[in-house]
């Protein structure tokens, strides 16, 4: 598994942009966009894979992974109703 598959990523339509956009929390905010929603997303994994690379690179600590399977689940692994 790539080290990039724990971190979500995020690919959204900006009204504001009339275009997709791209980010990853915690790696590196909006950082590419365009018409195609799975380009847009393919380029955003590229991007993470190389912000990694960088950040070992220069000895900077990864941040706590986001994916939904990286995170610990804390005490309670029941879902908890919203009302």
Request: aromatic share 8%.
């Amino acid at each position: 598994m790539k080290e990039s598959a724990r971190y979500l990523k995020i690919v959204e339509w900006s009204e504001e942009d009339k275009c997709f956009v791209g980010q990853c929390p915690g790696i590196i905010g909006p950082c590419c966009h365009g018409e195609n929603e799975e380009q847009v997303y393919a380029d955003l994994c590229r991007i993470v894979e190389e912000w990694i690379e960088l950040m070992k690179n220069d000895g900077t600590p990864l941040p706590p992974p986001t994916s939904y399977k990286s995170m610990e689940v804390g005490q309670s692994s029941q879902a908890m109703p919203l009302s």
